[in-house]
């Protein structure tokens, strides 16, 4: 997975499960709103979050990649 794609899945988490007030994230922004262990708990809340939507914009799989990307594993 590029970088642009895990940045493009924890913008969207951060959208989705991040404060419902304020700038939204983009890829371009999103590594200087949260640090690394606050994405990754963005992530893993989005994937949860993903996991109720027919509809959601990326897959469980794209997902559960991002979180390992982001955090080291």
Request: with cysteine; glycine share 6%; aromatic share 2%.
């Amino acid at each position: 997975m590029t970088a642009a794609k895990i940045l493009a899945i924890a913008a969207g988490a951060y959208n989705v499960c991040g404060p419902r007030s304020g700038t939204p994230a983009t890829p371009a922004t999103i590594q200087q709103m949260v640090n690394r262990s606050e994405m990754v708990r963005l992530l893993l809340a989005y994937k949860k979050e993903s996991a109720a939507d027919p509809l959601a914009l990326h897959s469980q799989e794209e997902i559960e990649t991002a979180i390992c990307e982001v955090g080291g594993r």
